[in-house]
């Protein structure tokens, strides 16, 4: 599993994951995952996110898909994170590639 920053009980960001990084994830006692790294980004070179919430879905773990764009996180993109944060089951890893973007989503959605 890739190193996690864990924000509170409830939030963690990490960086890229893999499908192998999921069953660590939910070992973890993670209960979510939320994407917010667009599928195309880096010309789609990290694993698409239909593939990770397949298998996020095969272990019992719920996913979301927030794509935000580095450098542009608006109020509609913080709106939108907090919506889908509150309907998620806690504890929660948000990714996308450093784990920067799911950290600003977060604390910004507080």
């Known amino acids: 599993m890739k190193p996690l ?34 599928d195309s980004e880096d010309g789609g070179a990290h694993p698409d996110h239909h593939l990770l919430e397949e298998t996020a879905k095969k272990l019992g773990l719920e996913f979301a898909y927030l794509p935000v764009v580095p450098g542009q996180i608006n109020d509609t993109n913080v709106a939108d994170f907090k919506t889908i944060i509150a309907k998620l089951p806690a504890p929660t890893v948000g990714y996308c590639r450093l784990g920067i973007r799911s950290k600003i989503l977060y604390e910004r959605s507080r």
């Open 5 to 38: 920053t864990t924000l509170d009980a409830n939030f963690s960001t990490s960086p890229q994951i893999n499908t192998e990084d999921l069953p660590d994830i939910k070992a973890a006692g993670f209960k979510s995952v939320i994407c917010n790294r667009p």
